[in-house]
């Protein structure tokens, strides 16, 4: 670990990892749960934000495919790409399969997101919080910055906020 920065409640841990999945690439639908599972992980004490860092690099890379598909009882990507594990956690969970089989990018990641998701309770955190690691969280800013909109009267006049006179 690098350091760790902290404590982050598990609301901010879900918003920001949330918005960071997206900002590499995935949908809301896969982000909330993967999001959600990180979360849980977070608050039973595990740091898997390293895990997720590295993730959601290889995702916006395109090193990891983002179309699932079962093939032998495993999951693989249409693609011809080893599968992101933020897409095969949450079709793992579905299909109730494991990680076993199959062409997944973190085979690990993979299992512990389907597992927390199939469980479906959110451990109480630690009374002071969760520390994760430092360099690990500031690629998940990074991302998650994607996802903001530029605070320019050009922006608002095109959609974001209230338009340049918020008088309702």
């Known amino acids: 670990m690098s350091g760790s920065t902290g404590p982050l409640s598990l609301g901010e841990i879900r918003f920001r990892v949330t918005r960071a999945i997206?900002?590499?690439g995935a949908p809301f639908a896969v982000a909330e749960p993967v999001a959600q599972a990180v979360a849980s992980?977070?608050?039973g004490g595990e740091d898997p934000i390293p895990a997720l860092a590295a993730?959601?690099?290889r995702l916006h890379r395109a090193e990891a495919g983002?179309?699932?598909?079962?093939?032998d009882d495993?999951?693989?990507d249409l693609d011809g790409k080893p599968l992101s594990c933020l897409f095969a956690g949450p079709a793992l969970a579905d299909l109730n399969l494991t990680a076993e089989a199959g062409s997944l990018d973190d085979r690990g990641l993979a299992a512990a997101i389907a597992s927390a998701i199939r469980t479906g309770v959110l451990p109480a955190p630690p009374e002071d919080g969760v520390r994760v690691d430092e360099t690990a969280w500031r690629t998940v800013g990074r991302f998650f910055d994607r996802c903001l909109v530029p605070s320019t009267?050009?922006?608002r006049t095109t959609g974001a906020g209230a338009g340049l006179r918020d008088d309702d």
Do not use: K, N
Not at 66 to 71: D, F, G, K, N, T
């Open 74 to 76: 495993g999951l693989t």
């Open 41 to 43: 992980m977070a608050a």
């Open 153 to 155: 009267d050009a922006s």
């Open 22 to 24: 997206v900002g590499a």
């Open 66 to 71: 983002m179309r699932p598909a079962l093939v």
């Open 55 to 57: 993730a959601l690099e």
